[in-house]
Every structure is written in C-alpha cells, then in structure tokens.
DNA sequence: ATCCGCATGTAAGTGGTTACATGATTCG
DNA sequence: CGAATCATGTAACCACTTACATGCGGAT
C-alpha cells in the first residue's frame, strides 16, 4: 500500500494503454496474463485508476455498444497521459523495500522440528517449481523478438527471463538449505 | 496492505519476542538491521501491532525506569504467542503476488530512446550493486554457524545468503539486456 | 548551539481488499 | 439447468504511511 503503488498502477495502466486503448476489463485480463509476474492489481482499484486518469484527462473514454453482451467503455490514451508514461519510463526507482513472508518464516524456524522445516522448504520447492514452469511456458507461447527491430516484444520476453531465473536462483537455494539440514531425524 | 501483511508482520514481532523480550523502540532497529533484507515495517504500525498482542493476551510488557533516558516498556511473549509463532512457523504461505516497479518500466521501456534505457539499466545496476554488498557486510560481521548445533543463527544466515543471491542473479540478467541492446548509439 | 539518537505514542489522509450488486451469454 | 465468463461498478472495512507531538542526553 506504500503511496508508490498507486503511482505505479497508474503508469503501468497508462503503458497498456499505450499499446492498445482498453475496457477495465481489458485490464484486469492484462494484469492476469501478461503482467502477473511483475505487477498485482485488483479489479476496484484498477476502475478507481481509471476513473481518476480521466478525471485528470490522461485519458478519455469511448463506449462501445456490446453486439449481444455489455456495453464496452474503451480507455484511450491522451497525449498528457503519454507524457506521464514517459516521465516515469525514465526515472529512477526508488528502491522497494523487500517483503517476504517465506524467508521470514526461515529466519525465525528455529522452534521447529527438522520434520517442519522440512515439510515447509517442501512446499516451497514445489510452488517455485510450478511457478517458473508457468512462466516458461509462457515464455514458449510467445514469438522470438530482435532486440533492435523488436525492442518491445524483446524487453517484454526479457521481463519474463527475469522471474524464471529468479524461481531458478531460490529453487537452488532451498535445496542447499534442504542439504544443509542433512539426514537426522529430528 | 494486504490483509495478510498484517498477520506476517504480528507473527514476526512475535518471532523477535521470541528470541528476546524487547521493547517498541528495539523492534523498530530490529527491523532496520536484522530483517530489512526480507521485511519492512513503519514504527505507528510496530506499536499498534504490539498494543494489539497485549489486548490479545500473546504478550505482556514490563516498564523498565530509564537510567538517565525514557522509560522503556518491554514486551514478554506470552504461551499463546509462542502458540501463534509456531503455527505460523510450520503453516504453507500462499504465493504471494509479485509487485516489482522496475520491471514494470522495462516491460514498457519501448517508449525509451536506447540512451534512456542504458540509464535506468546502470542506475539499477548500481543499487544492485550497491544492495548485495550490504548484505554481504552484515554476512561477514556474523560467526560462522553449524547446521546442527546452531541452527537458528545457521537460518538467519542462510536469509542473507538469499538476498545476496538474488540480487547477483538480477545483476547478471541486467547485464544481459545490457549486452543485448548493442552498442547502437540510439 | 544544533543535530542526531533514544523512546513513546497519536491523528489524519489515503488507498487496497473484500463483499455486494446486476445482467447477459456461452459451455458442459 | 447450472456454472463460468463477460462487463461494469460501489460501499464498507481495514491497515499503512506521513506528519505531529514531546523530551532528554550526547556528540560535533
């Protein structure tokens, strides 16, 4: 909830807008699939964003009649809302304070049995495992990119690179913790 | 914000309790030195969340009369705290979802001229850089720990050992755009 | 003399999450 | 025939951050 986020969720809501104007549920679809592995957001806030880049005329919407569904209210971006992207394409991140619920849980274990410790470093190496073969197929879904011709395509792949090498640096770790334990029982 | 951030944050005060009783003011530094590298947390929220514990019978306080300074109140843990701690200690953690603002910029870097692009890369490359050395320092100011017979100082260490991994796997893949961007001068 | 660290809190502002609310279409 | 998806939002709750508030002691 740090103040930041909020800015983020907007710059980014303004960079998917950049690529192609979109409905909120654009969006929400937008942050399921192509941006699960960088950014969360849930569905009020991203209306509330929305609401609030138009309200400021960052944007400016467009309804379209649904053929046989709901009516599409259509975001598209405006040339201030293009600025504000670029600004803060360019800018330095502050940096982001960590927040791991995992390696706390590590960091205080020792009033746990091995068998615990175990069973939790376990579930954990199952879960990294299942999440960098998400992305890994995602990553096979998608076509190869020329980092000069295609530069977005290229830097988006890369974005995708850099979580499964993430999971692949943790995975790594848990089983040297795993074989830091060795064979006792306890 | 989320609901469950809440939770972590009362378990690790609890953690801490657990290894020492401490007052308000020596959370707040446990924070900033011993878990910055996988938690953070602002002193309004530590003193309401301890408020709480007490109100909830997971921990008692002391008020020690400062010599020659204000006085302290100490938090005890409390048997049904250890309870929670431990609970918590061996539960699963839901995957927690990922909020990453710097590789949102690259996943929208395309709007960046190459020389934009360089910059954020070396600035993030510099606070990587920067990142992993203090965690390494405070690796080195730590004894050596057995698995075996120290295993709560082994663990902590070993929390260290995460971040300084992550942060190297993050600076190699930084090298790689950087390398995959060419030397083109725009 | 001033700033920093120790030490404890409270109040106000802001935003995130969850649940509520509605209604049509498509798929099994 | 029920469940899921499309599609849009609102309201209530809750917690995090920032700023406010106070006061002593030691260092520069």
Redesign the pocket.
Known sequence: ???D??VV?ARIILGFLAISPM????L??AFRTSAAHFW??????I???L?RLVADGHARTEVVP?T??????VHHLEASGRDLLIEWLASDQKPQAERDAFTAQIFFAESLTTGELRGILDARRAAAVDARDALRAVERSLPNADPTTQRGAWLRRKTLEQGIRAHEAHIEWLDDIRTGLGDAAT
Request: no cysteine; aromatic share 14%.
């Open positions: 909830m740090r103040f986020d909020f969720l409905s909120g549920y654009d929400i679809r969360s957001a849930d569905k009020a806030q209306y509330r964003t609401a649904g046989g569904a709901p009516d599409r209210v």
